[in-house]
């Protein structure tokens, strides 16, 4: 069992929108922001989400050695909801020693890595400007240049394992709360476009070449999503508001590396063991936002681990139909997702659903609704069979 | 100070293949080669998943096996905290190489080898554990953060947790933008109470940033470059089996402070 942790701030940049509320507001709506790709000059006939404005970021003065479009999107998404403010307070409440950063990537600044291949010599070496790789391609330069702008001393790592990396830093968080390492705890995940995952995912067959439709019986892939989005996690207080972390549970699949246990197995692992910690029973959740990404294989395995421990009752969508598949930045865009429904009492349906997928036994959501929620899963996996569920409450 | 007792200890590294070989020339007993390391072979996985398996899982499966060897306990009953700066480098050069090319194709198993977790993933199908694994980066620093992140797990899960953090060098052009000259993985096993055949109780825990504990002097520089080789002054202490303290560096304010007290035999 775990203390429930409050959540005091929150920030999101993602392809919805800037900001919670405009975020909410094109979930509400059902507002179709994935779009055609056209990212750079890659030529892979797939749908992509983006994030408005990131072209004309640009990092300067202290930081600029950081100044790449994943940290761009960083500093993006800090500057959101007023959570730069919400972490000031924090700082002068607890000292800045006393917070810590725990970001998730999965592929940081490669793009300047990418781009500089293109400019080699002949010899093969790379031409000026030389890249700065502590602080553009090096996962940890998201989580540095987090710190750094936000002034925090506190402990801090890069989280990295694939699609359930943000997801993953909640649990990371909750236990250095539990042991005293630090008084709060800024969680977040950062992913930006770049060549390397949309050539690779196009490697595996697994891009859609239509906008993804996870749970439809023709889904045939994701489309890839950009995000940034973040939280500060604190023990309860007497003014921490009502959003609440209850549980989170983690698993290894030890199946594949790039395709899920067929029986979910290591899927429902991760459920059961956040039920247990949060003490919850199956029935008292009142809604899943699914890791849903579209694949044919991922939703199926899903489906199955639900059954298994929720049986076929629990209202399931997935809102990658939305958002894209933001990778690293899934766990914690989802989470923000999640918090959202909870505290409007709205269960987001799956609206880009053409024909259900019939196999697809637990109780998808095709038409947005509003409906009190007590308590939400939200799940992720990732490749290396990494998964993570968390548990979403509100103050009973 | 999180408490914790380290039950196996494995190295993989030039001049220290082993932690049997290694311990006495890390003690100070016997005297220091540089060889070259030989190719790890990571005898757990089936043959189809050890063709597949990258060069970074192999190096860290070599010091993680190794690590297995002393603790009595089987890989499906520990949680796992990988830790890595760079990744695998061969990998990002062969993907950004086809990149860069007219083609662009990426090979899928390369691209699946691409997630920073991929030993992490291997080691789970080697040994079937179905526990949590995290993989952490903190550049330089990744031993300390990946320390810091298996003995919280061990304090707070109260569970077995093996940390294996490992860096490779990249292959030319990267090389120029990062360069760690040698190979080096180490595996540190824990457990969040005393066993049979613990080697050291360990207090870990944060403090101000101070002078940090020196490589023990036989370390060549080209070893000192790999950021998981940042373990070895922590190493040193754990193989003269003394009561000691090691700080590391871990951010620009803060150090990790690791006392270790001696256990059993």
Redesign the interface.
């Known amino acids: 069992m775990m203390a429930p942790l409050a959540i005091t701030a929150m920030a999101t940049a993602n392809p919805l929108g800037l900001g919670l509320a405009a975020t909410w507001h094109a979930l509400r709506a059902e507002r179709q922001v994935l779009q055609p790709n056209d990212f750079e000059d890659a030529g892979i006939n797939t749908w992509i989400g983006r994030v408005a404005d990131l072209d004309h970021e640009r990092i300067t003065g202290e930081l600029a050695d950081f100044d790449c479009r994943n940290n761009r999107l960083a500093l993006l998404g800090l500057r959101q909801d007023g959570f730069e403010q919400a972490v000031a307070a924090a700082r002068a409440r607890y000292g800045p020693?006393r917070i810590g950063v725990l970001i998730g990537t999965?592929t940081s600044g490669?793009l300047e890595?990418?781009l500089a291949?293109?400019r080699?010599t002949p010899a093969?070496?790379?031409l000026p400007p030389?890249?700065r790789?502590?602080h553009t391609?090096?996962?940890?330069?998201v989580?540095?240049v987090v710190r750094r702008q936000l002034r925090l001393?506190?402990?801090?790592?890069?989280?990295?394992?694939?699609c359930s990396s943000s997801a993953?830093v909640f649990?990371?968080a909750?236990?250095?709360l539990?042991?005293g390492?630090c008084d709060a705890v800024v969680v977040g995940g950062v992913d930006s476009l770049c060549?390397?995952t949309l050539?690779?995912?196009?490697?595996?067959g697994l891009l859609s070449d239509r906008p993804c439709r996870p749970c439809d019986v023709n889904r045939d892939g994701l489309s890839i999503g950009e995000a940034a989005g973040f939280m500060l996690l604190e023990r309860k207080g007497p003014d921490d508001g009502a959003l609440r972390l209850l549980g989170y549970g983690?698993?290894?699949?030890?199946?594949?590396?790039?395709t899920p246990h067929p029986e979910g197995?290591?899927a429902a692992?991760a459920m059961a063991r956040a039920l247990d910690r949060a003490e919850l029973k199956p029935i008292d959740i009142d809604y899943i936002n699914l890791h849903g990404t579209g694949t044919p294989a991922n939703d199926l395995a899903e489906d199955c681990a639900i059954r298994q421990i929720f049986g076929v009752n629990t209202p399931c969508s997935s809102t990658k139909e939305r958002t894209g598949h933001t990778l690293g930045a899934a766990g914690i865009t989802e989470a923000m997702v999640s918090l959202l429904c909870l505290r409007q009492d709205f269960i987001p349906g799956m609206v880009r659903i053409e024909r259900p997928d019939p196999q697809l036994q637990s109780h998808m959501v095709l038409r947005s609704e509003f409906r009190p929620l007590r308590a939400v899963v939200s799940n992720s996996f990732?490749?290396?069979?990494?998964n993570c569920s968390l548990i979403f409450g509100k103050r009973p | 100070m999180m408490q914790i007792w380290i039950i196996g200890i494995g190295i993989a590294g030039p001049g220290l293949d082993g932690w049997a070989a290694a311990r006495p020339i890390l003690a100070g007993e016997n005297e220091y080669r540089l060889t070259p390391l030989a190719p790890a072979v990571p005898h757990l996985l089936s043959a189809a998943e050890r063709r597949r398996c990258s060069q970074s899982g192999r190096l860290a499966m070599a010091a993680a096996q190794d690590a297995l060897l002393g603790g009595n306990i089987q890989g499906d009953a520990i949680a796992t905290v990988f830790a890595s700066s760079d990744g695998d480098g061969a990998i990002t050069q062969e993907i950004c190489e086809s990149l860069a090319g007219a083609a662009r194709d990426v090979s899928p198993t390369s691209f699946h080898n691409s997630v920073y977790n991929a030993p992490a993933g291997y080691w789970s199908i080697a040994t079937r554990s179905q526990l949590s694994s995290t993989s952490v980066c903190a550049y330089d620093a990744s031993f300390a953060a990946g320390l810091l992140e298996a003995a919280t797990y061990a304090t707070v899960e109260q569970a077995p947790v093996m940390l294996v953090a490992s860096d490779l060098p990249f292959p030319p052009p990267l090389h120029d933008i990062r360069p760690v000259a040698e190979s080096f993985a180490v595996a540190i096993l824990m457990a969040p109470e005393n066993r049979p055949g613990a080697l050291m109780r360990c207090e870990i825990g944060l403090a101000p940033h101070q002078r940090v504990t020196a490589f023990p002097d036989a370390i060549p520089a080209g070893l000192r470059s790999n950021p998981a080789a940042r373990s070895l002054p922590l190493l040193a202490v754990l193989a003269r089996r003394c009561d000691d303290s090691v700080r590391l560096d871990y951010t620009d304010e803060t150090d990790l402070v690791v006392h270790c007290r001696p256990q059993g035999t």
């Open positions: 020693d999965t490669i890595t990418e291949y293109r080699r093969g070496g790379f030389a890249v790789y502590r391609q090096n996962l940890f330069s989580s540095d001393t506190g402990p801090v790592a890069s989280i990295s394992t694939a993953k649990a990371s909750s236990r250095w539990a042991a390492l060549f390397m050539y690779g995912f196009a490697s595996l983690e698993s290894s699949d030890a199946h594949h590396m790039s197995r290591g692992l990732g490749f290396g069979g990494s």
